[in-house]
């Protein structure tokens, strides 16, 4: 009974519309499902540049024919607007697009409340948001279940939050975050999905306004792209959101607005967090107005890709969970494959011991062990403690492409491929990961991972990822002994 509830649910959340009560948001039969976020629209009664952000919606539209446009916010910030909701709502309807709001900062400076703006939306026929449960704070907390192409059943989910406007507290100041209810809102619709997928999470995307706090930690990382021209103008106070998202492991990308000069991505503990492209002609910021587009594949759930769309070009196509852009792999020059056919698989050692601080200093230590391993592996090593290992092996890469390598060790490491130090993961200390990447031919490719263990405590772990599968230990099968 309470299964054919739920699914019953799902069609209405899932299903809505005015003329027709019948927009689906569902795989298409290609197994794609592509999301427009237009974000900071600034829409201001009589200002003309009105016309050039409504332009530049409208020409999205027509070139991504989206299954679904998302504003993230701000989008019309100075009053009257009450007469400005409906027309936007018009260039959806149009394009017969169904679309869904949630709010930032300026939209309720207007004099129109969120609910207010809700009931407005509501009349279109192509609107599938929200207001979301009473008591909970905010307007505008909600899910979209995308069904399935072939099923009636959930495949995704587009969790929906309002992250308020300013602190109530003004000993505190600055914006507002999401709020605990929210995330306890969250947690509650992540493990009811969750539950009814067999104990699997769906792959999720979550849209709100404020950046989270956890956005400036992308900064100076290697999988961060695109443009940051200003800082992240967050709450002061963390909400804590992502450490849910990060518990409940569903949510693969946060896609927020509000800081105009910044459009970038990037990657945090797996999570992809990014920013949208600016939208309106009234809003600050230097960027070309436009879009970002994420299309997803109900075929390969846990990926999606996503670029930056303006009415003149596409820009920055980035492949999650890889981190890989288009450009990287058009502009990288790749390392030849070594001509040769391996025999046997396995990893070569040589192992040494004294008191290292370097793997630089491990060159002067005399060999006292040699002989062969399935895998860079220490756990064989005849002393606890300032010891030392030289590993090598030929790589079996499936296909050209762009890779990340990543060592976790303690303590120090360094992975060179085809003599090229890739990943520098040096020097004394506790248990710590560094990552590096190498454009590679397909084929054979060498190996060389030099790792010493000073004191207290010792770990290696060696892995990589591609745009075509996701992060994982180097299995043994593509390790081969050299000659």
């Not at 106070?237 to 849910?244: K, Q, R």
């Not at 020059?333 to 370097?358: D, N, Q, W």
Request: charged share 25%; proline share 5%; hydrophobic share 35%.
């Amino acid at each position: 009974m309470r299964l054919s509830i739920l699914f019953a649910m799902l069609v209405l959340s899932a299903c809505r519309s005015g003329a027709g009560k019948n927009v689906e948001l569902r795989f298409g039969n290609d197994g794609k499902f592509k999301i427009a976020q237009f974000t900071d629209l600034h829409l201001t009664s009589g200002s003309p540049n009105c016309a050039v952000t409504e332009a530049t919606v409208r020409r999205i539209l027509e070139l991504e024919k989206p299954d679904i446009a998302i504003l993230t916010g701000d989008v019309v910030c100075e009053r009257p607007s009450r007469e400005l909701w409906a027309p936007l709502a018009e260039i959806f309807e149009k394009a017969r697009t169904p679309f869904a709001v949630v709010f930032g900062n300026h939209d309720a400076e207007t004099g129109v409340t969120r609910e207010e703006v809700f009931d407005i939306l509501e009349r279109s026929p192509w609107f599938v948001g929200e207001k979301g449960p009473e008591g909970i704070f905010g307007c505008g907390n909600y899910v979209l279940p995308l069904l399935g192409s072939r099923s009636g059943k959930a495949q995704a989910l587009l969790y929906c939050l309002d992250s308020n406007d300013y602190n109530a507290d003004k000993t505190v100041g600055g914006y507002d975050r999401i709020h605990f209810d929210q995330i306890d809102w969250y947690r509650r619709q992540s493990t009811s999905f969750t539950a009814d997928n067999g104990g699997v999470p769906l792959p999720g995307l979550m849209f709100f306004h404020i950046p989270l706090q956890e956005y400036a930690m992308l900064d100076g990382q290697k999988t961060t792209v695109g443009a940051k021209g200003e800082g992240v103008a967050g709450s002061r106070i963390n909400s804590g959101m992502f450490a849910s998202i990060l518990d409940m492991g569903d949510v693969q990308g946060v896609f927020v607005g509000h800081d105009h000069d910044n459009d970038y991505i990037g990657l945090h503990c797996g999570v992809a967090l990014a920013f949208g492209r600016v939208t309106g002609a009234d809003a600050y910021g230097k960027p070309a107005r436009g879009a970002r587009i994420i299309e997803l594949d109900e075929d390969q759930p846990r990926r999606f890709t996503t670029w930056i769309r303006t009415p003149e070009a596409v820009e920055r196509l980035y492949y999650y969970p890889s981190g890989i852009t288009k450009d990287e792999e058009d502009t990288a020059s790749y390392l030849p494959a070594i001509e040769a056919v391996p025999e046997k698989h396995g990893v070569r050692y040589a192992y040494c011991e004294g008191m290292f601080k370097t793997t630089e200093a491990m060159a002067a230590a005399p060999v006292l062990e040699e002989g062969t391993l399935a895998n860079f592996s220490i756990e064989g090593a005849p002393a606890e403690d300032h010891f030392g290992f030289t590993f090598r092996a030929w790589i079996n890469v499936p296909e050209r492409g762009i890779y990340y390598f990543y060592t976790l060790s303690d303590d120090g490491s360094r992975l060179y491929i085809d003599g090229e130090l890739t990943v520098d993961n040096d020097g004394s200390h506790s248990s710590r990961r560094a990552i590096g990447k190498a454009a590679l031919e397909a084929g054979l490719h060498e190996l060389r991972l030099l790792y010493f263990e000073d004191y207290m405590g010792q770990q290696l772990e060696v892995g990589w990822r591609s745009r075509e599968f996701s992060e994982c230990t180097i299995p043994d099968d593509v390790l081969y002994l050299p000659e």
